[in-house]
């Protein structure tokens, strides 16, 4: 962390420097151009120099590899989870990062970019012994009450555009009400959105989220890195899924998290490189909380995987569509999806 942010200090100063004394000797629209071709630069120099966390990892305690048929024998029955969600906070972001925008059903529905409003969840899974577990986090209460003191903050709270974030439960709001601790938190990806709540998590639980997750590489990583860094500040090590290969071919990777088949945590490469889905058994039946393999209802049902928020589109793609199938062969599962509820959807038009 040091070191990187040292570097890219470096570079950032170089370049500013170097930015500062072709504004003062050169005509203004040789300065820009001069300009253009610094910043490519400095993205280049800084792209394999930053990660998307310096917080520790781990392999995770929890989770029994198994085979996705074993998933599909037990999918229909009901099982023990009592279930949750909590729209922690509304939210309105760039219609062209929740959706690939060209794609073609996206063209042919007319979609173009513009705010789209959604909103940002927790999940709490509630498990007969193991206790009490959150899906996500939602938003910390100082975003609400402290927001100086948050920690998304400056450069990144701007890009995030938090004036459009409307708080109605911080976690910690929320904790505070329940009579049962706290047990872990099953992250679907690292992303600052997915993240925000974990400042009002207790330190020491247990966090798990997909294997890389951390890791990923990116120029944006400057100026979100510090933000997701002050998330975990104090936490114990990310503890990360352990996939191995699915016999069965159907996902990447299929975890039994309590080794009972009532929580499933599904490898969905593609959003992210470690983007990992999940899904709990209830007394009515299967929900599947999709992450942001699936941000919106439109995309969802028209099989459009997101637009610049991903990573790796055909993964993205890949990834959704086996959702999209298991969903399909058991319609009784009950969709969660990123960022909107699957009903009520206004289309996004
Ligand atoms: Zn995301």
């Known amino acids: ?27 203004r629209r040789y300065a820009m151009r001069t300009m253009f071709r610094i910043l490519p630069v400095l993205a280049a120099t ?55 925008l060209q794609h073609p059903r996206a063209k042919a529905a007319g979609l173009t970019d513009g705010d789209e409003p959604i909103q ?22 100082a975003l609400r009450d402290d927001p100086d003191h948050a920690a998304v903050r400056g450069l990144a709270a701007r890009f995030m555009h938090r004036e459009k974030l409307k708080i109605h439960v911080p976690l910690g709001e929320w904790l505070s009400r329940q009579n049962e601790p ?49 998330e975990f500040e104090g936490q114990a090590p990310i503890q990360e899924w352990q996939y191995q290969p699915d016999a069965a071919g159907r996902f990447a990777g299929v975890l039994d998290v309590f080794g009972d088949g009532s929580l499933w945590a599904l490898s969905v490469p593609g959003h992210t490189h470690g983007s990992t889905a999940y899904l709990a058994r209830t007394p009515k039946g299967a929900v599947l909380f999709t992450g942001d393999t699936c ?48 009903t009520g959807s206004s289309g996004g038009h």
């Not at 029955?77 to 959706?99: C, K, N, Y």
């Not at 990806?189 to 798990?208: A, E, N, Q, R, S």
């Open 1 to 27: 962390m040091q070191l990187c942010m040292a570097y890219v200090a470096e570079q950032v100063k170089t370049a500013a420097a170097v930015g500062v004394a072709v504004f003062r000797s050169a005509p």
């Open 46 to 100: 800084t792209l394999g120099a930053c990660a998307f966390s310096s917080h520790p990892t781990k392999p995770s305690a929890l989770g029994t590899s198994r085979s996705s048929a074993e998933l599909l024998a037990v999918v229909d029955q009901p099982g023990p989870i009592e279930l949750q969600t909590i729209a922690a906070a509304d939210w309105a972001v760039d219609r062209s990062g929740l959706l690939n």
């Open 120 to 141: 940002l969840f927790f999940h709490v899974v509630r498990h007969p012994t193991q206790g009490m577990y959150i899906i996500d986090s939602g938003v910390e209460r």
């Open 182 to 230: 706290l047990r872990g938190v099953l992250l679907t990806h690292l992303h600052l959105d997915h993240v925000m709540g974990i400042p009002d998590v207790p330190k020491g639980t247990p966090i798990f989220t997909g294997p890389g997750e951390t890791g990923a590489r990116a120029f944006l990583n400057v100026v979100v890195r510090p933000n997701i860094d002050r």
């Open 295 to 342: 941000h919106t209802a439109w995309g969802w049902e028209n099989d459009v995987e997101p637009g610049t928020f991903t990573a790796d589109h055909p993964g993205n793609a890949e990834s959704l569509a086996r959702l999209r199938t298991l969903v399909r062969e058991h319609p009784t599962i009950d969709v969660r999806l990123g960022h909107q509820p699957l």
